[in-house]
């Protein structure tokens, strides 16, 4: 069994900025996608930022610019750093991971760790 294990989420003033750190448990392989997701308060959940298997990347156009996710394959440990903070920046982020066996690919996903910044 996979546990991916977040940490670093908090208040924050506008502009500020913030370092979220998300580790998988357990003597598992490399996971295959490593993700940040975020969902506000009445919104759906939405990608933040993957770092894929082949090494690239992704954003939300939201934060591009903003936010940067690395990756230590050795660890099986993704991060997402945040600057430049908003207020809309507010939500529940999530760590999330698929690890894959030769006929699927199973997800994973973190508690959640909260993210308020302040006006």
């Known amino acids: 069994q996979v546990h991916l294990v977040e940490s670093g989420g908090g208040l924050v003033q506008a502009g500020g900025s913030l370092r979220l750190s998300c580790a998988a448990s357990?003597?598992?392989?490399?996971?295959?996608?490593m993700a940040w997701y975020r969902q506000a308060p009445g919104k759906q959940r939405e990608l933040v930022a993957v770092?894929?298997?082949?090494?690239?990347?992704n954003y939300a156009d939201s934060v591009k610019g903003r936010f940067t996710i690395s990756r230590d394959n050795a660890k099986n440990k993704v991060d997402l750093q945040m600057n430049s903070l908003k207020p809309e920046d507010t939500a529940v982020y999530y760590c999330?991971?698929?690890?894959?066996?030769?006929?699927?690919?199973?997800?994973?996903w973190g508690q959640g760790t909260q993210v308020t910044v302040s006006s």
């Open positions: 999330a991971a698929d690890w894959c066996g030769s006929s699927r690919c199973d997800d994973y």
């Open positions: 357990g003597n598992i392989p490399r996971a295959n996608n």
């Open positions: 770092f894929t298997s082949r090494g690239t990347t």
